[in-house]
């Protein structure tokens, strides 16, 4: 599976980094090796989701509770998470790390994640979620860290897109 | 049983404890008993509720969180009793009033009318400990059995179908939170 395990590790010692010891994740095929590397961290507690929207009351949990989370999804399950993000954490100002894997863009051949890539940048901009695309990996831990300090700065949520040319090594 | 008299029934038994309660009647009963700095009304995001009282129970293991839910929001989120159940906290008390009804916009019947069963929907996602009451007598002793129980439970508590007036109150949605999230920072662990 061309899914890079060594940009995957420079992400979750980003996280690491930032402080975040809660990450909740519905598996998808870019962020399987994030996935295991959060469940097998002794310091990071994984939470295995149902539906991507339960992550946002977990992280918002989590954030009243003192504690930092991210959230790691497919950008469907952004899109399943929307009124979640809307009527938790931006109607109570709840800081909200996402990390969204940016399907359905430039050289996706998956026909079923194709609309999904349309709509996913549009959409962000009409909740007014700030966001940044990661692409190459000398710039994801300061990213990673600019965009959780942006989020606690405004107490809203804040996306990074995780780009195919990061996340996908093929010929 | 009426859901303020429950509310009532077990209100001092909340004082200590970290309590999340859905929108609608529940947040405003439990307001109109006397609003602490323990308890957050989660008013919107429904079925979020459970979610976000997992995330404190996972969070701050060494602190009793219950949470208030209720039939419509919980249909919305079914999916989270797995997840509740699949990391089991042992810190929380999930009650579940159950009207069979959508209350607060017109009292259109939810699934619950017809027959589906939450307590047992919770223990076929794997909750340990599951019931279903009727009465304020039977819901006041599984409330207490719950919070002594040290474990995860699902508590569905049928209630009638009648609320508060108004559901909008004084505290605002911001003020509720970081009042709330002020007292989970200076909060020891345990109870009194």
Redo the contacts between chains.
């Keep these: 599976m061309p899914v890079s395990l060594t940009h995957s590790r420079l992400i979750h010692d980003a996280l690491k980094a930032c402080g975040v010891r809660i990450v909740s994740a519905l598996p998808e095929t870019w962020l399987v090796h994030l996935i295991r590397f959060a469940e097998d961290d002794p310091e990071m507690t994984l939470v295995r989701l149902a539906k991507e929207e339960e992550g946002v009351g977990i992280s918002a949990g989590a954030h009243l509770a003192g504690v930092k989370s991210a959230m790691l999804m497919q950008n469907h399950g952004f899109l399943a998470s929307v009124n979640g993000i809307v009527s938790c954490a931006q109607l109570y100002r709840i800081p909200l790390l996402m990390l969204i894997s940016h399907r359905g863009t430039h050289g996706e051949r998956d026909p079923w994640q194709t609309e999904g890539g349309l709509v996913t940048v549009p959409v962000l901009d009409a909740l007014r979620i700030p966001h940044e695309v990661l692409t190459a990996p000398d710039h994801v831990a300061q990213r990673i860290a600019q965009a959780q300090t942006l989020a606690y700065s405004a107490s809203r949520p804040v996306a990074l897109l995780l780009g195919r040319s990061l996340m996908w090594e093929e010929a | 049983m009426k859901r303020r008299d429950a509310l009532a029934a077990v209100y001092p038994q909340l004082a200590d404890r970290v309590v999340?309660t859905i929108m609608g009647a529940v947040a405003a009963e439990l307001q109109s008993l006397g609003h602490r700095p323990n308890f957050?009304y989660?008013?919107?995001?429904?079925?979020?509720?459970?979610?976000?009282?997992?995330?404190?129970?996972?969070?701050?293991p060494e602190?009793p969180v219950v949470v208030f839910d209720g039939d419509g929001s919980l249909l919305m989120?079914l999916?989270?009793l797995?997840?509740l159940a699949?990391?089991r906290p042992r810190n929380l008390v999930h009650v579940v009033f159950d009207n069979e009804s959508l209350l607060s916009v017109g009292g259109f019947p939810t699934a619950t009318s017809t027959g589906s069963d939450l307590a047992a929907i919770a223990a076929a996602a794997g909750v340990p400990r599951t019931a279903t009451v009727r009465t304020l007598q039977e819901f006041t002793k599984a409330f207490g059995e719950a919070l002594a129980a040290g474990d995860l439970t699902t508590l569905v508590a049928k209630v009638e179908a009648v609320g508060p007036s108004a559901y909008v109150t004084d505290l605002s949605?911001?003020e509720n939170?970081y009042q709330?999230?002020r007292y989970?920072?200076e909060r020891k662990g345990g109870t009194a």
């Design positions: 999340v957050f989660l008013q919107h995001a429904m079925g979020l509720a459970s979610s976000l009282g997992l995330g404190i129970a996972l969070s701050r602190l989120n999916g989270g797995t997840t699949r990391y949605l911001l939170r709330f999230q989970l920072r």
